[in-house]
């Protein structure tokens, strides 16, 4: 387990895990996603020093790689068994664009505006923007269901490290 004053864990996704890579990042924890042969995704996490996520049994044994064999097929727990094994990120990290995988900003209402449509900008004060790609993202309706669904996650994985 990791402690807090480590740097955060750097990790890489393999083609067959590109929704646990969104959500990843979406908490906030620096993740690539490749869609590439198992060499080029092994060369990448051995060259940057990244854990390597994947279900592949053949390229999770590889050497020379710190990897974490998914088992799961629920997010889940993909989710619970990533965050046990590398530990939770300090609380205040900011989400990751779900496309580019860099630190979101926050920008204000006004910066959105000529980029939002009017009923957002209406219902909506916090915003964030990506530093590459540009992409704005707030809290939509639907961004209930998903803070309970990481809140159900990051509780069970304090119970679980409350327990080690």
């Not at 906030?28 to 020093?49: C, F, N």
């Not at 926050?106 to 000529?114: D, G, R, Y």
Request: charged content about 20%; aromatic content about 4%; overall charge positive.
């Amino acid at each position: 387990m990791r402690t807090q004053t480590q740097d955060p864990p750097r990790l890489i996704a393999d083609a067959m895990l590109g929704k646990l890579a969104r959500w990843l990042r979406m908490l906030g924890y620096d993740t690539l996603y490749m869609h590439a042969d198992d060499h080029a995704i092994a060369q990448r996490s051995r060259a940057e020093g990244r854990i390597l996520l994947t279900q592949d049994q053949g390229l999770a044994t590889r050497r020379g790689l710190q990897t974490i064999l998914i088992h799961a097929q629920k997010l889940e727990s993909q989710l619970d068994q990533v965050i046990q094994e590398v530990g939770p990120l300090p609380p205040k990290t900011p989400g990751r664009c779900m496309q580019c995988n860099l630190p979101l900003e926050s920008i204000t209402p006004e910066e959105a505006l000529q980029h939002i449509p009017p009923y957002i900008a209406q219902t909506q004060q916090a915003f964030h923007r990506c530093p590459k790609c540009g992409k704005i993202t707030w809290s939509g309706t639907h961004w209930d269901a998903i803070k309970a669904r990481l809140k159900r996650l990051q509780s069970h994985a304090s119970q679980s490290a409350d327990n080690v």
